[in-house]
Nanobody, 114 residues
Framework: QVQPVESGGGLVQAGGSLRLSCTPS?????MGWYRQAPGKQREWVAS???????NYADSVKGRFTISRDNGKNTVYLQMNSLKPDDTGVYYC???????????WGQGTQVTVSS
């Protein structure tokens, strides 16, 4: 199986935290998290390479942390200090370094109430 499956979404109050998981996260895949708010385009949130180099959108820098556990074939997105603007469907993307193909998950809903 290559297509990622996300989990961990839910409803949280502003200022709270959630941790999203995405599996499988093969060691030869670069992994990324994206989100789509209602009525808006999907946007990139964070990414981690096979070499564990991480990058973040300015809107989440300092609040979100992406990490990967190759032993568990899982990538995580730890989200702290959540804001209502963080509400949306969060998608995991797996990008093969061998084929350059991208695989998307079905998404998990995150709702932050004010």
């Amino acid at each position: 199986q290559v297509q990622p499956v996300e989990s961990g979404g839910g409803l949280v109050q502003a200022g709270g935290s959630l941790r999203l998981s995405c599996t499988p996260s093969r060691s030869t895949f670069n992994m990324g998290w994206y989100r789509q708010a209602p009525g808006k385009q999907r946007e990139w949130v964070a990414s981690i390479t096979v070499g564990r180099v991480t990058n973040y959108a300015d809107s989440v820098k300092g609040r979100f942390t992406i990490s990967r556990d190759n032993g568990k074939n899982t990538v995580y997105l730890q989200m702290n200090s959540l804001k209502p603007d963080d509400t949306g469907v969060y998608y995991c993307r797996a990008s093969s370094t061998a084929t350059s193909l991208n695989y998307w998950g079905q998404g998990t809903q995150v709702t932050v109430s004010s």
